[in-house]
């Protein structure tokens, strides 16, 4: 049966200028015009400024991303035609209105495509934390010092038999459980909308958050932002965590209560590697910088560079879809934004 040609919605792209020049280098830029009607200039920051509302009236498909405005219903109500937002970035919580679902706009985000980088830094932090390599780092460099005395110093080595617990089986939960299979290590997680069976899809033994603390050398955080996971683990779970623990959040600084965590660690009972933190990014005075066992990287896990580009390939899918009249492979759903990040 021949197919009848695809539409070209009017569209216009809403993101920071940064992460636009990231996602969409010439041949996925080149792409976007051939799926779309597009205007010059093709990107915007402010979608309220009078040549945006002008462009707005017409606009079918809007492109959004990091760096982007929140849409507010101020949004919604410039654009009379708009038919789908395509979020080229993760959580699109805090940057949609709920107007946005009421008035019927199909939703999408590249999500599980920046799910692949944060799991593999997570499963590459692991295996390095392991492997104790940073207290071999700098054992061997005291070692000019004191040689030899160090290695008395370094804890036991775990990447064989050790124990991970996965504090959520979202989607980097699932997939740095996953990832793990190829390690000869023991997988834990602890997720209230996972039963044993999804768990056990996904690589992992569920049981309870406590348990799960307790029982792991290595516990890696990828729990949702929500109100009731504020200082999900605080000072009381952290102090089930074993002697020369590891602690790796990826996830939100939120969920870790950080003066708690930096008691714990100052007693050189616990690493911490914290990808994010509470706020973010942290006043030059914070004293998590100087806290002994704490390792801040500058929220990097997610899709950088390159990597971007499996999120323009997820937004350039769903075009291609929407044009045939087929359904998204990645929509939103409403119902979901309680449990999600």
């Known amino acids: 049966m021949a197919s009848t040609s695809p539409s070209r919605p009017p569209a216009l792209v809403a993101m920071g200028a940064s992460a636009f020049a990231d996602l969409f280098d010439a041949p996925?830029?080149?792409?976007?015009?051939?799926?779309?009607?597009?205007?010059?200039?093709?990107?915007?920051?402010d979608l309220t400024s009078p040549h945006a509302v002008a462009r707005l009236r017409d606009v079918e498909v809007?492109?959004?991303?990091?760096?982007?405005p929140r849409l507010g219903p101020e949004v919604l109500a410039t654009a009379p035609r708009l038919r789908a937002i395509?979020?080229?970035?993760?959580?699109?919580?805090?940057?949609i209105s709920q107007a946005f679902w009421d008035a019927g706009v199909m939703v999408t985000s590249a999500a599980d495509a920046n799910a692949i980088p944060v799991a593999e830094f997570t499963v590459a932090?692991?295996?390095?934390?392991?492997?104790?390599?940073?207290?071999?780092?700098?054992?061997?460099?005291?070692?000019r010092d004191v040689?030899?005395?160090?290695?008395?110093?370094?804890p036991p080595a775990l990447g064989f038999g050790g124990t991970v617990g996965i504090v959520g089986l979202s989607r980097v939960g699932r997939r740095v459980a996953e990832l793990l299979r190829a390690f000869d290590l023991r997988v834990l997680a602890a997720d209230p909308f996972h039963d044993a069976r999804s768990a056990a899809l996904a690589g992992a033994q569920l049981t309870g958050l406590d348990d799960l603390l307790a029982q792991s050398d290595i516990v890696t955080i990828h729990a949702?932002?929500?109100p009731e996971t504020r200082h999900l683990i605080d000072a009381r779970r952290l102090a089930l965590l074993r002697q020369d623990g590891v602690l790796i959040n990826t996830a939100r600084g939120s969920l870790v209560d950080s003066e708690a965590l930096m008691a714990r660690c100052r007693a050189g009972t616990l690493r911490a590697i914290l990808d994010v933190t509470e706020p973010?990014?942290?006043?030059?005075?914070?004293p998590l910088f100087t806290t002994p066992g704490v390792v801040l990287t500058p929220h990097i896990a997610g899709a950088m560079h390159a990597e971007t580009h499996r999120l323009a390939d997820a937004v350039l899918e769903e075009l291609r879809r929407l044009n045939e009249s087929q359904p998204p492979l990645h929509r939103v759903d409403r119902g979901s934004l309680s449990h999600i990040a």
């Open 28 to 45: 996925r830029l080149a792409s976007l015009r051939e799926l779309t009607e597009l205007e010059e200039p093709v990107r915007v920051d």
């Open 224 to 226: 949702p932002e929500l």
């Open 62 to 68: 809007l492109v959004t991303g990091w760096g982007g």
């Open 86 to 95: 395509l979020h080229a970035g993760g959580s699109v919580k805090g940057q």
């Open 125 to 143: 932090t692991i295996i390095l934390e392991a492997k104790r390599v940073a207290a071999y780092i700098d054992g061997y460099a005291r070692s």
């Open 147 to 154: 040689a030899g005395a160090w290695r008395a110093d370094v």
């Open 280 to 286: 973010e990014p942290l006043p030059a005075d914070s």
